[in-house]
């Protein structure tokens, strides 16, 4: 199941290609294009990550989550601190993810980056403006959008998916679902309307969630470290790895033989997505929705 261009030039590569790659196919997700990519990786090989390495990333995949959903919402409220805030959160694994790596993270952070980071998410927290979703709320009643179907990586089957076009739109089950932060509030029941408008509230919301998740996190990491060495067996793998990032389901599927890339299968959460924007006759609708073109397109 090809989507993209960009996943042949992924044939033949060593398995450090993964992250200095995925990093660069799409700014809004390129720590979880490359966490989903190595984690695919350690999924074929039995790879176990230790606790320190996967805080590590989680921290990181959160920030890019707060960084996206604050770039999202900038088209309705101001959101630039928050934004810069997820944008520094996520850097916790270096330039362009440069710590992350098979088997964890290379390098953990110092008591003096953890503090503040600390810092960072307790500053985030004072930003996020809970009266947007009232707002939110009035606009529902004046603006008439339809509800949408959702899907998220904690019960995603791949066999369910349904491609077609090029670029390739993809339905889920047959039917047209949106992914992203309504997807995953509601999961969590921090959101209980389907509602397109709710995707704004889900966004204001998850912002919140994610910087007290992040808290949880350095709370419990511990500075030791973060990385175990894998073995890489010889024979043919195949690793698939399906997570939650910045825009929605970020899924990876990875052939290998030893570290060669043999094939390589990417979906995101934009093929859902511009199958339900394609379903929206209204421009308010397609402004929540906010179609990421480069993840849609590459």
């Known amino acids: 199941m090809k989507i993209r261009g960009f996943e042949t030039s992924m044939m033949g590569r060593d398995i450090d290609f993964i992250v200095p790659s995925m990093t660069r196919l799409c700014y809004l997700n390129e720590i979880s294009h490359a966490l989903a990519g190595v984690t695919a990786v350690e999924k074929a090989y039995n790879i176990t990550v230790p606790n320190e390495g996967q805080y590590l990333r989680d921290i990181a995949r959160l920030g890019e989550i707060i960084e996206v959903d604050a770039i999202k919402l900038s088209e309705f409220i101001n959101t ?36 503040k980071l600390l810092k960072l998410a307790n500053e985030g927290l004072n930003l996020v403006d809970k009266e947007f979703i009232n707002l939110v709320e009035e606009r529902k009643k004046k603006i008439s959008l339809p509800d949408v179907e959702l899907i998220d990586a904690y019960n995603f089957d791949i066999n369910k998916v349904e491609t077609n076009g090029y670029p390739k739109i993809a339905l889920y089950d047959g039917k047209v679902v949106y992914s992203g932060a309504l997807s995953r509030m509601y999961n969590k029941g921090l959101i209980k309307s389907k509602n397109l408008w709710d995707v704004l509230s889900a966004r204001v919301i998850e912002i919140e969630h994610s910087l007290m998740e992040i808290k949880n996190l350095l709370n419990k990491l511990k500075l030791t470290y973060p990385y175990m060495e894998p073995i890489i067996k010889d024979g043919k793998a195949i690793g698939e790895a399906v997570i939650e990032g910045g825009e929605g389901i970020v899924y990876h599927r990875v052939e290998l033989i030893g570290r060669e890339i043999l094939d390589y299968t990417i979906l995101t959460s934009e093929n859902f997505n511009k199958a339900v924007l394609d379903s929206v006759d209204n421009d308010e609708g397609k402004r929540i929705i906010q179609l990421c073109e480069r993840c849609y397109y590459l």
């Open 80 to 115: 630039k601190k928050l934004e810069d805030i997820g944008n520094e959160i996520k850097s916790i694994l270096g330039k362009k993810g440069k710590y992350l790596a098979v088997g964890g993270v290379l390098q953990n952070i110092s008591d003096k980056r953890k503090e």
